[in-house]
């Protein structure tokens, strides 16, 4: 059974990189055909799709968030990572890392408790 789980600061100030790790058992993340996302929810908005990181490494992000997004992996330790850049306040929320069998959030089938993250100096 696969289990995720996000770690990583909680308190990032603005204009800081904030930087969340997934930590992935029960599969390898190279194995096909899972694709591995960045998934968050700000209070009171819905859940905000990120990015994701495929099984054999291609990465694709949200267009919105794409000049500030970095998703990468390290295979070794079965994690994979975001970075987020010059955050403000509006990228407070609670971020989920999550599976997918395709591109689509609507394939999602796992995903970890979630991890708040504030932006605040």
């Known amino acids: 059974q696969v289990q995720l789980q996000e770690s990583g600061p909680g308190l990032v100030k603005p204009s800081q990189t904030l930087s969340l790790t997934c930590t992935v058992s029960g599969v390898s993340i190279s194995a096909n055909y899972y694709y591995w996302n960045w998934i968050r929810q700000s209070p009171g908005k819905g859940l905000e799709w990120i990015g994701y990181?495929?099984?054999?490494?291609?990465?694709y992000y949200s267009p919105s968030l794409k000049s500030r997004t970095s998703i990468a992996r390290d295979t070794s330790k079965n994690q994979f990572t975001l970075q987020l850049s010059s955050v403000t306040p509006e990228d407070t929320a609670v971020y989920f890392c999550?599976?997918?069998?395709?591109?689509?959030?609507?394939?999602?089938?796992?995903w970890g408790q979630g991890t708040q993250v504030t932006v605040s100096s």
């Open positions: 990181i495929t099984y054999i490494g291609t990465t």
């Open positions: 999550a599976r997918t069998t395709s591109g689509y959030v609507e394939t999602l089938d796992a």
